[in-house]
């Protein structure tokens, strides 16, 4: 292929069209046929019992390259999260560009690369998609868009509304990596850190927990409004108060510093590899020995507690031995986060 940006021809339909879907994207993905559908089948969709899981998302992250990954790496691992949350077994994907004249062809190439690995990590295919062109500033670069199906095995369910007093809230590791990172990448403030993305695809996490907690109650990725939010669909979902400790919430140095340079809460900030679980408290220490065996969950620890208090309420227990009550997120503190 010898252009090196896209213009408006690759979204015409003809020569060009086909030229940049073969050798961007369909060499790389390799869908087993190129036809207008996937067809799919799996040995576990025979399993009596079994349910599909469906899910969809865009990504309009900025910048689309950042440290820690980029948006093809977030479109995927987004998307088989949205799934594993659920107790399904991601199988399939699709994905969607929306691309910008004038992108460099060098830059999709990385983003489907990308795309590809943590595809082939996570043990899904990307089997169909699409393509089409925009003109200079009708949007940024790239925007992706994924669909995801996967299997829910038979007797599994995952759902906000089972978590019970006394239950226990994990984590399964650092919070607020992502948003930190996003905002450090920017470079609109000036802010000088290491930090990565905590970008993860997190099915093979969650089938660990489910074999070792399998009266895991529920499951949430916690991405725009982090763990605050999360907490607080869970908590109003259910009619429960959920309690966190400070104290125990697994925060890097350098988040708690970019969060009080800039006046933030790290509980709302954006994570792309951080799971929020609710298990039995008779199963809590096995689900935390079990993410502790996988790299995505080596800081995996407790953080709070399921009591029976003003339903819908989230409180924090501060350092200092106070509480606050941890409500939604309201407004955005970042935007094009994910």
């Not at 292929?1 to 003809?14: E, K, N, P, S």
């Not at 082939?120 to 998609?129: E, H, L, P, Q």
């Not at 609710?278 to 996988?294: G, H, R, S, Y």
């Amino acid at each position: 292929m010898r252009d090196q940006f896209v213009t408006l021809a690759h979204g015409g339909g003809g020569k060009a069209m086909r030229e940049l879907i073969e050798e961007v994207f369909t060499s790389v993905f390799e869908p087993d046929l190129m036809e207008d559908q996937a067809r799919l089948m799996d040995d576990a969709l025979q399993e009596q019992g079994a349910r599909l899981a469906f899910t969809t998302d865009s990504f309009v992250v900025d910048p689309v390259e950042f440290p820690g990954g980029d948006i093809g790496k977030i479109a995927v691992c987004g998307t088989v999260n949205d799934l594993a949350v659920g107790g399904a077994r991601p199988l399939w994907l699709s994905a969607a560009f929306i691309i910008e004249e004038g992108t460099e062809i060098a830059l999709l190439r990385r983003i489907v690369a990308s795309m590809k690995a943590e595809a082939d990590k996570a043990g899904v295919r990307i089997v169909t998609g699409d393509t089409k062109v925009v003109g200079r500033g009708s949007a940024d670069k790239v925007f992706i868009t994924t669909a995801g199906v996967g299997v829910i095995p038979a007797g599994r369910k995952l759902e906000a509304g089972l978590t019970q007093a006394g239950d226990v809230i994990l984590v399964n590791g650092y919070l607020g990596d992502h948003g930190a990172a996003i905002m450090a990448a920017r470079g609109d403030m000036a802010l000088s850190t290491d930090l990565v993305s905590d970008c993860a695809g997190l099915g093979h996490l969650m089938e660990a927990v489910l074999a070792a907690a399998p009266d895991t109650r529920a499951a949430r990725d916690a991405t725009r409004g982090g763990v605050a939010s999360v907490l607080n669909e869970i908590a109003d979902t259910a009619g429960v108060s959920i309690e966190v400790e400070e104290t125990d919430l697994p925060l890097r140095a350098e988040v708690r510093g970019v969060c009080e340079i800039l006046g933030l809460d790290p509980l709302y900030l954006a994570n792309e590899g951080t799971l929020v679980l609710v298990v039995p408290a008779d199963q809590a220490d096995a689900a935390i020995a079990a993410m502790k065996t996988l790299p995505e969950g080596a800081n995996a620890k407790k953080i709070g507690t399921v009591g029976t208090g003003q339903a819908g309420r989230v409180t924090m227990r501060t350092l200092f031995g106070g509480a606050r009550i941890v409500d939604m997120l309201v407004g955005e503190q970042l935007p094009r986060i994910c």
